[in-house]
Nanobody, 120 residues
């Protein structure tokens, strides 16, 4: 079995920073792409950032220059550093990981979600 556990959400004032973490554990052979999505109330889930196994990164236009995605392959963990936060960044943030299990079954797994609220 594979589990993704997220942490780091919370309430922050506009202009503040938060760092999200998502750790994968279980019967994992290898991890490919790792991604962060978010979903605001009444809106569709959107891709925020992704990082390949080789370290290539992509960002949504709305977060470029403010958010940074990174990964620690030794810890099977992906991070999202969020700076200069805006009220419109308020959402539930989900990590998504493409991986190969120890039984060589490929799949995409989701974290449980963590709430980020940007408000004064």
């Amino acid at each position: 079995q594979v589990q993704l556990v997220e942490s780091g959400g919370g309430l922050v004032q506009p202009g503040g920073s938060l760092r999200l973490s998502c750790a994968a554990s279980g019967s994992i052979f290898s991890i490919n792409a790792m991604r962060w999505y978010r979903q605001a109330p009444g809106k569709q889930r959107e891709l925020v950032a992704d990082i390949t196994s080789g370290g290539s990164k992509n960002y949504a236009d709305s977060v470029k220059g403010r958010f940074t995605i990174s990964r620690d392959n030794a810890k099977n963990t992906v991070y999202l550093q969020m700076n200069s936060l805006k009220p419109e960044d308020t959402a539930v943030y989900y990590c998504n990981v493409d991986l190969l299990t120890a039984r060589f079954v490929r799949g995409a797994y989701w974290g449980q979600g963590t709430q980020v609220t940007v408000s004064s």
